[in-house]
């Protein structure tokens, strides 16, 4: 199917436990990106990609770890879960193309108990 | 930095007024962008309508507008008649290059 899929749409995972959230995008955008979505924080951006294998930080990366060996992957992995990294996971994705808008995934949201 | 301020956290109106979501933000750069986004209950995220800095113009969809004033770093989104599948989280967000910087977000209810 065309378009950004995020992988799984929900997961429970306990405090310790090393999970990755998968992200696929079909049409081959440079840019790809990940958000964590938190009530009163609006969307902060963890991580982003500017094209296959390279990435750089945004703003809140700590606990958190990505790679992009291939332009349509973007998985966003948590080394070890905390209950602070609960939260709602946006991927996107967006043409090299400065004016252009970010097209985003379905979520994914995470609970670590 | 960037910075994307949206004071209203809450919005409940009556269906059929009209309605004004305000967006502020913060850059330096004299090149940058501007974005709204709608998130249904269903939780994803619509894009709405991007502006770039050097375009001032306000812009109307249907019931939409938008009011873009530089000299006071604001990017207000008005809805006209309001409807309830108009009820809504809405971002504005702020870009340029790589990064896309969001502001809190307006939850916006349209009662019937």
């Known amino acids: 199917d065309a378009g950004i899929t995020q992988s799984p749409r929900y997961k429970i995972t306990e405090t310790g436990r090393q999970v990755t959230l998968m992200c696929h995008q079909t049409?081959?955008?440079?840019?790809m990106f990940w958000y964590r979505q938190d009530l009163g924080h609006g969307l902060r951006l963890i991580y982003y990609?500017?094209?296959?294998?390279?990435?750089d930080k945004g703003e809140v990366p700590d606990g958190y770890v990505v790679s992009r060996s291939k332009t349509e992957n973007f998985p966003l992995t948590l080394e070890s879960a905390t209950r602070s990294q609960t939260s709602v996971y946006f991927c996107?994705?967006?043409?090299?193309?400065?004016?252009?808008?970010?097209?985003f995934g379905q979520g994914t949201r995470l609970t670590v108990v | 930095a960037q910075k994307v301020t949206q004071a209203q956290t809450e919005i409940s109106v009556v269906e059929k007024e009209d309605v004004t979501l305000d967006c502020v933000y913060e850059?330096?750069?004299?090149?940058?962008?501007l974005f709204w986004y709608k998130q249904p209950p269903s939780g994803e995220l619509v894009f709405l309508i991007r502006?770039?800095?050097?375009?001032?113009q306000n812009e109307i969809s249907g019931r939409y507008s938008w009011n873009f004033q530089k000299s006071t770093s604001s990017f207000n989104f008005t809805i006209t008649a309001s409807q309830v599948v108009d009820s809504a989280v809405y971002f504005c967000?702020?870009?340029?290059?790589?990064?896309?910087?969001f502001g809190q977000g307006t939850r916006l209810t349209i009662n019937p």
């Open positions: 996107a994705s967006r043409p090299t193309v400065p004016n252009t808008e970010a097209f």
């Open positions: 049409w081959s955008h440079s840019y």
């Open positions: 990609s500017a094209a296959a294998d390279i990435t």
């Open positions: 850059t330096r750069d004299t090149t940058y962008y």
């Open positions: 502006r770039n800095s050097f375009d001032e």
């Open positions: 967000a702020l870009g340029r290059a790589q990064k896309l910087v």
